[in-house]
């Protein structure tokens, strides 16, 4: 199949939550909810914090797989614990998969930019890889954090002026942390939106 990443709705510039699958030393399989940057048409940039398995995987085989599903039970099993090894298919794909390509490692460096809330500079790796082989099981589009918060944002929206003090800070706060990670992985229309609803706020005397 043709290799091209639009085709499973990966814009250029644009962050999708996948499911990374490695195999272990011990020829057992991993799955790790990773965020993939789609910088080109065939290439995928990632960055993966020191002491996962996925990364240790990566940084020894060089290759591994993306894997697209929206099945919330693989991304809850796969981060608070291990996915049972029936999990897997034939070289570590994920079963439930809609889509997947292979990646082959291009190029591993130390991070540089502290973006992420929690984790300091230097505890991450980031990855730029080349897909070499994709396959689509049923027609899908990669997952972008960004409309789900734009959705979830506007039903707080909703719920704004019924709210008491207390409470209406907490939605401010919320709109805080989704205005963050939109900007940070959203589509254009998502950061208008986003826009929108901060005039909004703003306009009920708030500081968003
Ligand atoms: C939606 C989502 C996206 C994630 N993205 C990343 C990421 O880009 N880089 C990273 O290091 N960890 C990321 N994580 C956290 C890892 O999935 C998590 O630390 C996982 O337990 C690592 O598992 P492993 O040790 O089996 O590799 C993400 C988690 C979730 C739920």
Redesign the pocket.
């Given at each position: 199949m043709e290799i091209d990443l639009n085709l499973i709705g990966m814009e250029k510039g644009r962050q999708y939550?996948t499911v990374i699958t490695t195999e272990n030393c011990d020829n057992t399989y991993?799955?790790?909810?990773?965020?993939v940057i789609c910088s080109a048409p065939d290439k995928i940039v990632?960055?993966?914090?020191k002491g996962?398995?996925?990364?240790d995987n990566i940084i020894r085989q060089r290759e591994f797989y993306v894997n697209i599903t929206h099945d919330a039970e693989i991304?809850m099993t796969?981060?608070l614990g291990?996915l049972p090894q029936d999990s897997f298919g034939e070289d570590g794909i994920l079963k439930s998969a809609e889509a997947y390509f292979k990646c082959e490692v291009i190029s591993l460096k130390e991070a540089v930019k502290q973006s992420d809330p929690i984790k300091s500079k230097d505890e991450?790796i980031v990855i730029i890889s080349k897909v070499v082989e994709l396959v689509i099981i049923k027609n899908t589009n990669a997952f972008n954090r960004g409309f789900g918060y734009v959705v979830e944002t506007l039903a707080n929206f909703t719920r704004f002026d019924m709210a008491g003090e207390e409470q209406k800070k907490e939605y401010v706060d919320l709109f805080r942390e989704a205005y963050r990670v939109t900007r940070k992985v959203g589509t254009v229309n998502d950061k208008k939106a986003m826009d929108a609803i901060k005039k909004e706020l703003e306009n009920k005397g708030f500081k968003p």
């Open positions: 939550e991993n799955a790790a909810p990773i965020g990632s960055r993966i914090f996962s398995h996925t990364l991304f796969s981060t291990n991450a």
